[in-house]
Nanobody, 124 residues
């Protein structure tokens, strides 16, 4: 059983920063590929970033240079550092996990485990 719990969402002004955390059940971080997705009202869920168990990353072009994904396998936790936030980053952000080799494609269908989501709101 893989359990994922996000934290760190909130409201921030444009240009601000937030750090999301995702606490995973034991051994998840060291054996699963993990990722972050987001879903804005009326839009499909989109991949933001993902990280392999050895630290390899995949980051969406829309956030490249502003968002950084990382993980601490000892703490079974992954992080998403979000800088230079824009109003269009407003969404519910979801933590996800997979064992798929397609993890780097950032496709929601390839991730089988999901957290409950955390709201991020960026005001202009």
């Amino acid at each position: 059983q893989v359990n994922l719990v996000e934290s760190g969402g909130g409201s921030v002004q444009s240009g601000g920063s937030l750090r999301l955390s995702c606490a995973a059940s034991k051994y998840t971080a060291s054996t699963y590929r993990m990722g972050w997705f987001r879903q804005a009202p009326g839009k499909e869920r989109e991949g933001v970033a993902a990280i392999d168990s050895d630290g390899g990353t995949s980051v969406a072009n829309s956030v490249k240079g502003r968002f950084t994904i990382s993980r601490d396998n000892a703490k079974n936790t992954q992080y998403l550092q979000m800088n230079s936030l824009k109003p269009e980053d407003t969404a519910i952000y979801y933590c996800a996990a997979t064992q798929s080799s397609r993890w780097w494609l950032l496709l929601a269908a390839d991730f089988g485990y999901w957290g409950q989501g955390t709201q991020v709101t960026v005001s202009s």
